[in-house]
């Protein structure tokens, strides 16, 4: 069982793939300066990776008068959906971050009725913050193994429902003006998936 932070997923399930897989086609899809989409193809498999993320892939609804987090000046995307499809494994990840002027027990309350339709929610605090939350991938052969808190310790309150290998995650923390949160759903499937 292994834990990575939501960048570490991104970043090595796409490298490995690379590595690893041979006879490839790939199409980057450019909008301006920066490339949005990219798209590889192989004989065994696919990757595809974008920075425009839809939230109806997240299967949550997105709390009333809340606006997309805008990307910061060193270059941290806020929002990324990557899916690595092969007959072997598989990997979903779909994650957007949020900013509200409403305090954090708001969004919250708001998020934990939301989660309920997928199950027992659970409730985690921690130091990480925004994008960098981390989730359970589990690699063992028991892919319906519950998710549990880390560290429980910290200022972010992370919402959690669902398996390892199918989970929704709701991260809240307090910010000058109200709370930043971001809205995750992370889908695995296959013995050896990170």
Do not use: W
């Amino acid at each position: 069982m292994k834990s990575r932070s939501l960048q570490c997923v991104e970043i090595a399930a796409v490298a490995g793939m690379i590595v690893l897989l041979a006879g490839c086609t790939m199409n980057v899809k450019d909008h301006g300066e920066e490339s949005k989409r990219v798209d590889i193809e192989t004989p065994v498999g696919g990757i595809h990776v974008s920075k425009e993320a839809d939230v109806r892939d997240v299967g949550i609804a997105v709390y009333p008068g809340a606006r997309v987090k805008e990307k910061e000046a060193k270059g941290e995307e806020k929002s990324a959906n990557v899916n690595i499809s092969s007959d072997f494994f598989g990997l979903k990840v779909v994650a957007i971050e949020y900013e509200s002027d409403d305090s954090p027990d708001k969004i919250l309350s708001f998020y934990r009725d939301q989660l309920k339709k997928y199950g027992n929610v659970l409730e985690c605090h921690t130091s990480k913050h925004g994008g960098h939350v981390s989730a359970e991938v589990n690699s063992d052969k028991d892919d319906d193994s519950k998710l549990k808190c880390e560290d429980n310790s910290g200022d972010t309150v992370e919402l959690k429902v669902g398996a390892q290998n199918n989970q929704h995650l709701v991260s809240v923390t307090p910010d000058k003006k109200g709370a930043s949160f971001a809205l995750v759903y992370i889908r695995t499937r296959g013995k050896d998936t990170i």
